[in-house]
């Protein structure tokens, strides 16, 4: 869903990132899978074809934090009126 988030916070030696990976278009979302010592935190098509793909190792990941998209946010987005472009003559 285009909104939903993902903070990643990383521990990068003497200080900490903070990377996000965010759902651009509509009919996106983001995923994340935990395994083999690596988070990958990627955001997909309605397909599930991977547009953008970060990976981190999961001893590094002080914490992630997925923000999803609010549904009352998708109510709003779909019931406001598209303004028609203009032409400029």
Do not use: C, N, W
Request: aromatic share 2%; no cysteine.
């Amino acid at each position: 869903m285009r909104g939903d988030r993902v903070e990643i916070v990383i521990d990068a030696g003497d200080t900490t990132r903070t990377y996000e990976v965010v759902a651009t278009k509509a009919g996106r979302r983001v995923d994340v899978t935990i395994g083999r010592g690596v988070v990958v935190v990627a955001e997909v098509t309605r397909s599930g074809t991977p547009v953008r793909t970060a990976r981190f190792m999961s001893s590094r990941v002080l914490a992630l934090v997925e923000h999803p998209v609010a549904e009352g946010a998708l109510a709003q987005e779909a019931a406001q009126p598209q303004p028609a472009p203009s032409s400029a003559a």
